[in-house]
């Protein structure tokens, strides 16, 4: 969430913690903010590399955690809004399916490219600390 006392993304960005944006995104949720189970979390995961593979997109390290995702993957022909797309698409049928209801996600999603091997390397460990 922007705000986060432990920074977030915008734009690409990381930035530090602001409270009081936090509490007026807080107002605005329409609903309370997912929390979602380990067994969900499991559901989520299998969603997603099950979609991968019908896409034939490798992932490397996927954290799914309760109020978010983070994966590395690499490129394919397909826009990345459409992968994600798929990807959300994908985790909200199967979290319906095991009785889930309401709103999973938010709009919108925060990306990084990779342009070389170091970067890839940073974002792979980034996601394995949240994995944890």
Known sequence: MQGDNRGYVKDGKILEKNDSLRKENIKRLKAGMVQLTHQEQKIVREAILNKAQTLGQKIYPMAVCSNHVHIVAERISEPIEMVVSHYKNAA?????????????????????????????????????????
């Open 92 to 132: 909200r049928i199967a979290l319906r399916a095991n009785g889930f209801v309401g709103k999973v996600w938010t709009r919108g999603f925060d990306k990084r490219f990779c342009f070389n091997r170091q970067q890839l390397k940073s974002r792979i460990e980034y996601v394995q600390a949240h994995h944890k």
